[in-house]
């Protein structure tokens, strides 16, 4: 009696708001924000495509980004009961299977929604949603990698993103211009995926994730990710000066700048200080990607 009733309840549905948290809603911001400079690096106005525009903020936040954090949540469920037993499915409160049906009525959604969007768009979600599922299912399982999975996931949230909002305006594919910038600002990213594994080093460790901080510790693991993210900001300044962005070019300058004065504090203590470097110097990593948006887009100055 007692597993006909266990198997009764693993049949029912979760309530939506143990689903939303399933989905991390917290998560959707940095794709969302990746997609909006995506739009304005394309320099096309907003004025006959806000159905796109919509359906963009739609695939790269709720859907593809939600959908990715389901994936995740579901092949992550055992470290998930060391590291945050609190989490919907760890927890009983998502049961059963519901987890892995979530996570596949998600994908195949998201694969739909983007073929309203047009080829690009289409495409950019085909391999979106194969990174989040090779990052968190086996084989693959790209998350065992500190480099890889950082990667996949700094190449997902802020280059694919970004790609999918300039596609979404323009209608083909971006220029080589906007090519590399979202590219630059995808390896930055990897290092602040490497700041975000630090609250899960005890369960890496336990199951045999090799994280970064697992790996080389967190010291030197907040050395490399701090050099990952300044490099490639730099070379956007740069490139930023050459192409004839100049005042866009000073802006990023000086949020690197300021980045690099934030650096010392989080070094010092990286587990009790990431934190407060994702409130402030992520902040401004993300302020220089608009206003290297703005410059490529051709704003008025930029």
């Known amino acids: 009696m007692a597993n006909a009733g266990m198997s009764t309840l693993n049949l029912r549905p979760p309530a939506p ?11 959707w911001f940095p794709p969302m924000w990746a997609f909006m400079c ?52 760890p927890s009983g409160r998502i049961a059963g299977q519901w987890g892995l049906w979530i996570a596949i009525g998600g994908t195949v959604l998201s694969l739909a929604v983007s073929l309203i969007a047009g080829q690009w768009v289409f495409a950019a979600t085909c391999l979106g949603l194969a990174c989040a599922w090779a990052y968190s299912a086996p084989p693959l399982r790209l998350k065992m990698s500190g480099i890889w999975g950082p990667g996949v996931v700094g190449l997902t949230y802020e280059g694919l993103t970004w790609f999918t909002g300039a596609a979404v305006m323009a209608g083909t594919l971006p220029g080589a211009d906007i090519l590399i910038i979202l ?17 899960a080093v005890e369960g890496d460790l336990q199951m045999g994730v090799r994280s970064l901080p697992a790996i080389l510790g967190v010291d030197r693991a907040a050395q490399i990710a ?18 004839g962005h100049q005042i866009a070019a000073l802006i990023v300058g000086v949020l690197v700048i ?3 004065s934030l650096m010392p504090r ?26 290297a948006a703005f410059g490529l887009g051709g704003a008025v100055g930029l």
Request: with cysteine; net charge negative.
């Open 17 to 27: 708001r143990d689903v939303l948290e399933l989905l991390k809603p917290i998560t």
């Open 38 to 89: 995506g739009c304005i690096s394309s320099g096309e106005s907003l004025a006959d495509r806000w159905p796109f525009v919509i359906i963009g903020i739609l695939l790269t936040g709720p859907l593809v980004c939600g959908n990715s954090q389901a994936i995740n949540d579901w092949f992550d469920r055992h470290v998930d009961a060391i590291n945050q037993p609190e989490r919907p499915i």
């Open 183 to 199: 590219l630059l600002y995808s390896i930055g990213a990897h290092g602040i995926m490497t700041l975000n594994d630090f609250k």
């Open 226 to 243: 701090c050099v990952t993210m300044a490099l490639p900001q730099v070379v956007v300044v740069i490139l930023l000066g050459q192409w």
């Open 258 to 260: 300021a980045q690099l």
């Open 266 to 291: 989080l070094l010092y203590d990286p587990r009790a200080n990431t934190p407060w470097y994702n409130a402030t110097g992520t902040t401004l990593y993300v302020f220089g990607m608009l206003a």
